[in-house]
């Protein structure tokens, strides 16, 4: 009976039953769910196409692998699709707990590891260290390097950026309930408002999740109902993702800096967030305050997880002068699991509690 019971499985079911079988990682403490079987295909001829497809026709798969029972407020996944880049060797799909992100730094870092693992990429040379993921997000191509050894990946995952650039610098907006309070827009993959936490009171280093949570969503509303966030390129990037509040530390350091982001419907990064860190690195340089190639090391408040993020180079996005962003960090398998979905289920395409 013991040896029968080591090996939990599911009880016989209709083979008809639709199931959902993934590979979960997380990266600094920031899940990934990973769809490996069981999603639909995404119909559209570019990514973006499918993207918009998925929120239209599919977006209960986004539920039922976010939402509880099977996942939770702050789950974050990604389904894999074909991209029409030539030099691309996957595409992605990121979901969240409101919709669909146009860029997901934690989950570029996962997703290298996962692709060399899993063998969407080429097995790298013998005696190869690091191998190269051309990874196809949506806001555009972004490229990991997986340190590797006998083809597999065992170490940290870096990657490059898209053109990363300050929309905004000392924008003044007025947030209910905190009066005028001066923020940047930048933008990392995806927009983001930084503003510090002293600003409204608070550290954000020790003060409680969910003080940082009120103010940082009351910072992202106020900013979505006074300042017009604009894509220079393309219309689909033109929405704000959420907030990061900081230390206040912009000014490069060795020591590290701590913030926590705040996206989609009040979810919490527990990782420093890498397009977040990407746009801090981008504001930091658009100040004066970073050079090229100079490391900072960034911090998440709510897990005291690390990433590094630098400017490796100057880029352009439309008119605005831009830097491409690398950005580290150590990704990590936790499980993979079958997800089944029974028709006669009230809650199979999940629930979350307000």
């Known amino acids: 009976m013991e040896s029968a019971l080591a090996v939990p499985r599911l009880p016989p079911h209709d083979p008809g039953t639709p ?13 990934l ?11 559209g001829p570019t990514l973006l196409a499918k993207r918009r497809y998925m929120r239209q026709h599919l977006d209960y798969v986004r539920r039922r692998l976010m939402f509880e029972p ?23 799909l990121f979901l969240h707990n409101e919709g669909y992100s146009s860029m997901c730094g934690h989950a570029v870092l996962a997703l290298g590891r996962f692709a060399l693992d899993f063998g969407l990429v080429p097995a790298p040379p013998a005696g190869t260290c690091e191998a190269r993921v051309n990874i196809h997000c949506p806001c555009g191509l972004v490229t990991a390097f997986v340190e590797c050894k006998g083809g597999r990946s065992c170490g940290p995952v870096r990657f490059h950026s898209v053109p990363a650039f300050v929309l905004a610098s000392d924008l003044m907006v007025d947030v209910p309930g905190h009066g005028k309070v001066v923020v940047d827009i930048a933008y990392g993959g995806a927009f983001y408002a930084l503003v510090s936490a002293e600003k409204f009171g608070l550290d954000v280093c020790s ?21 017009k966030i604009t894509h220079p390129d393309n219309e689909d990037f033109s929405f704000l ?5 900081t230390d206040g530390k912009d000014a490069y350091s060795e020591e590290p800096t701590t913030n926590i982001c705040v ?25 004066g305050l970073l050079k090229l190639n100079q490391t900072r090391i960034f911090k998440s408040s709510a897990t005291g997880s690390v990433f590094t993020g630098k400017a490796v180079r100057e880029a352009k996005c439309g008119d605005f002068k831009a830097v491409i962003v690398e950005v580290s960090g150590q990704a990590h398998y936790t499980g993979a699991a079958s997800l089944t979905v029974e028709d006669d289920d009230p809650l199979k395409d999940g629930f979350l509690l307000k």
């Open 70 to 92: 099977r996942g939770h407020r702050d789950m974050y996944g990604a389904v894999l699709v074909q991209s029409e880049l030539p030099d691309a060797n996957l595409g992605v």
């Open 263 to 287: 996206f989609a419907d009040e979810q919490v990064d527990r990782s420093p967030t890498g397009s977040g860190v990407t746009a801090r690195i981008a504001l930091q340089y658009h100040k």
């Open 241 to 245: 993702y959420g907030t990061i509040l």
């Open 33 to 43: 769910r990973i769809v490996l079987a069981g999603c639909p295909e995404v119909e």
């Open 207 to 227: 003060a409680k999740t969910r003080d940082l949570v009120n103010t940082a969503s009351a910072v992202t509303e106020a900013v979505k109902a006074q300042f």
């Open 19 to 31: 199931a959902l079988s993934v590979v979960d990682m997380h990266t600094g403490g920031e899940p």
